[in-house]
């Protein structure tokens, strides 16, 4: 059973990326140059028209934005799960609870062609990353992961249902954005709205990666509130999941 789902995760992690790459020129070589682009015009509009002050501001936004993109691609792909593999549900070759995992994989394996990227800038650049935060490199991703499969699973869910959420889940991750520290620092918040903005959890998930990959002064406190997040929203996925998910093929 067990070889079954590794072998049919592999699969279906294969199919999207062909799918989504299927004609192009560059072919996977867009899950990189894509974001880099972005990052190029960032780094023009916030380091040299907005003058943010972050030293190593390049870097600083890569280390930001790489995770965001891998967080945000789950989670807007979620609200449209089930239909996307509907094929493989209705041939009943996998459970409804798998198909959150593969969406999440698909975008972490999307996430990890950019590693090399930022390794290579950190390598050329002045930062100096003690080896102990790679240390921490398993912790965020698995506390990431889950946080992740937790929301998808919820998302995709609610979504057999109500057929507008997949609008809303696209506005509010645009939304999440700027109000995630990815384009600047967490010290550029006013201190009057400071506790406001840390109810959102991405905050500390983008903080952490950050702290991994660029300063290397991991603070494990920003540990807990995304991991009691994931706690909470794992038993309301089990809940939603027993409910709806269960019978999404007679939704679908």
Known sequence: MISHYIELTFLMVRRDFVIRYRGTFLGYIWSILNPLIFAFVYVIAFKHILRIPVENYAIFLLTGLFPWLWISSSLSN????????????KSGRTAPNVIPFFIVLTEFVNFLFTIPVILFFIYISPVNLPFESFLYFPVVFVLTFAFLICS?????????????????????????????PV??????????????????????????????????????????????????????????????????VLWL
């Open 78 to 89: 979620a609200a449209t799960g089930f239909q996307a593999y509907q094929s493989i549900l």
């Open 152 to 180: 998808v699973s919820i998302i995709s869910c609610l979504s057999l249902i109500l057929k507008d959420l997949g609008h809303f889940i696209l506005l509010l991750v645009q939304m999440l954005f700027f109000l995630s």
């Open 183 to 248: 384009l600047y620092p967490v010290t550029l918040i006013p201190e009057k709205f400071l506790d406001i903005y840390l109810i959102n959890p991405f905050v500390n998930l983008i903080e952490l990666w950050r702290q991994v990959l660029y300063s290397g002064n991991v603070d494990a406190d920003l540990l807990i509130y995304p991991l009691f997040f994931t706690i909470v929203m794992f038993i309301v996925a089990l809940i939603l999941m027993k409910r709806i998910g269960t019978r999404a």
